[in-house]
């Protein structure tokens, strides 16, 4: 098999003009030629790229497969001799087990479907807190900013227990190093403004603690370093997947209109829709791993040492698994997308993003009726390839108040 396998060069950093939501074209036709390819990391080291489906699911749920920090490498930037450090306590989404399950367990129990249902209501009131100063402000208005990111912010925030009026520079700082275009100063800065708050912070909920799920936390053997790792990969995570899914979804929705159309007339469509945004979409694009040993993957031995790239917006995408896999298709009956990963990495918060997005995507378009782009699709700025989360910067609407 490997004679014949496809080489990919670079990975692709921009999408086709005029195709926002479809991976990069590099990616599908790397696809096309079979589930993995070779990939040459800068610096020269061969590693491997997994496009397929059925691929990428058998790596994540494969613990001979690493993702330990220091055993990663960046799949664009060569850091040449630079020994990569072990990732700090409690950022337990770049740890092996065991150290993964000393900070995902005390976790699991507050993220439940029941726990998170049980929200639900909360949700909805953000949601419609945002939406009626939207309304008040009147059109036109940038989404991102006066809806997406607020609602999964202040709903991470009270469950983390942020105070108000910290909220909104402590969002900036979290988003600051997220965004895929932050100069090396600026994430710096970002970065330890945001560990010296989180610090603050768990030392509050020590001495004073509140109802939520950080002074939770404080009653167990976890330092105060550990928690504030494990607050850090919360707050990221949950601040930063569900604003862009929001957005993006809203960008996609308004680009189909016979599949917007659809979810108008039937709310009963609401949970499959949200799927399927997620299939579709993917914001999450590419993760990591580095094989601890020979693995065979797809009829193909990747060596122990090797560095992989796993492509979730290619697998969410694969013809062998979901039928007209380019399509959006709010109706699609064959689920089972990866956007929220697989094995013990799968994401902890995927039930309280799947919440957020079933309140708020059907209560933004019931409340505006004729929601629409208030720029030419073309002049909807993107987030770079580059980023960890891809999403739009922003995205003007209008609508007839």
């Known amino acids: 098999m490997s004679e014949s ?50 691929e990428v699911r058998a790596v994540l749920a494969d613990q001979r ?83 997406a990111n607020p609602v999964p912010a202040v709903m991470i925030c009270e469950l983390l227990g942020v105070p108000y009026e910290d909220r909104g520079s ?12 932050t100069s090396d100063e600026e994430l710096i800065a970002a970065y330890t403004a945001t ?36 607050a850090l990969i919360l707050l990221a995570a949950g ?9 993006l979804g809203t960008f996609a929705l308004l680009r189909h209109p016979e599949q917007l159309a659809a979810l108008r007339a039937d709310p009963g469509l609401t949970d499959r829709a949200v799927e399927e945004l997620l299939r579709y979409l993917s914001v999450a694009k590419t993760f990591m791993r580095t094989a601890l040993e020979d693995v065979e993957v797809g009829g193909q031995v990747i060596e122990a040492g090797s560095p992989v790239i796993l492509s979730y917006n290619t697998a969410n995408r694969d013809p062998g698994r979901f039928t007209a896999p380019h399509a959006l298709d709010l109706g699609r009956q064959n689920g089972g997308h990866l956007a ?8 902890l918060g995927q039930q309280l993003a799947r919440v957020e997005l079933r309140v708020a995507l059907p209560a933004l378009l019931d409340r505006f009726p ?17 980023a960890d989360i891809y999403g739009v910067k922003s995205l003007p609407v209008a609508w007839d108040a």
């Open 5 to 54: 396998l496809h080489t990919v060069a670079t990975m692709p950093a921009t999408r086709r003009p005029g195709c926002p939501f479809d991976p990069p074209a590099e990616l599908v036709e790397a696809q096309g030629h079979g589930p993995i390819s070779r990939y040459t990391f800068p610096g020269g080291r061969p590693g491997w790229l997994v496009t397929g489906y059925d």
């Open 65 to 147: 497969f690493s993702s330990r920090k220091e055993l990663l490498l960046h799949p664009t930037i060569d850091y040449g001799d630079i020994e990569a450090p072990e990732a700090p306590p409690g950022e337990f989404l770049l740890m092996d087990e065991p150290r993964h399950s000393r900070y995902r367990k005390p976790l699991m129990g507050k993220f439940t479907v029941r726990r998170m249902r049980l929200l639900t209501e909360r949700v909805e009131q953000i949601t419609a807190e945002h939406l009626d100063a939207m309304e008040e402000a009147g059109p036109p208005t940038d989404l991102v900013t006066a809806f």
């Open 170 to 181: 402590f969002q900036e700082q979290v988003r600051s190093f997220m965004d895929g275009e």
């Open 195 to 230: 560990q010296h708050y989180l610090a603050e912070l768990v030392a509050a909920k020590r001495t004073n603690p509140t109802d939520d799920v950080l002074s939770d936390l404080t009653d167990s053997d976890l330092t105060d370093e550990e928690l504030r790792g494990m």
């Open 239 to 247: 601040i930063d997947t569900t604003a862009n899914m929001l957005a």
């Open 340 to 347: 929220f990963g697989h094995g013990i990495h799968q994401c």
């Open 370 to 386: 004729t929601l629409r782009l208030a720029v030419p699709p073309e002049e909807v700025a993107l987030r770079p390839e580059l």
